[in-house]
Nanobody, 127 residues
Framework: QVQLVESGGGLVRPGGSLRLSCTAS????????VVWFRQAPGKEREGVSC????????IYADSVEGRLTISRDRAKNAVSLEMNSLQPEDTAVYSC????????????????????WGQGTQVTVSS
């Protein structure tokens, strides 16, 4: 059974850091592009970052670029999202999704189909 599981969420103070992980079972995540999404209460889901399957190219939403880093942990069959300088507006449920497209694009990352989704992990930024 294929499964994506997010971990690493929690409560952090403004300016703090968290490292989220998206760990796969029954597939080799190296062969999938992976997108991190987030959804805050009352807001639509938004794409945060993507790492491609073909060349490990990365993209970031304008709101987080410079503060977040997406990377692969191949030994753990996982993709991580290192989050720094967190602010209250970053509070959301963060989810990962995987697809077989070999590139990342902000033009369609909200609408294109994904093969697998995780169920999400809560990130709360508060003093």
């Amino acid at each position: 059974q294929v499964q994506l599981v997010e971990s690493g969420g929690g409560l952090v103070r403004p300016g703090g850091s968290l490292r989220l992980s998206c760990t796969a079972s029954a597939i080799t995540l190296d062969y999938y592009s992976v997108v991190w999404f987030r959804q805050a209460p009352g807001k639509e889901r938004e794409g945060v970052s993507c790492i491609s399957a073909s060349a490990d190219e990365t993209i970031y939403a304008d709101s987080v670029e410079g503060r977040l880093t997406i990377s692969r942990d191949r030994a753990k069959n996982a993709v991580s999202l290192e989050m720094n300088s967190l602010q209250p507006e970053d509070t959301a449920v963060y989810s990962c999704a995987a697809h077989r497209y070999n590139y990342c694009s902000k033009l369609n990352w909200h609408s294109r189909p994904y093969d697998y989704w995780g169920q999400g992990t809560q990130v709360t930024v508060s003093s």
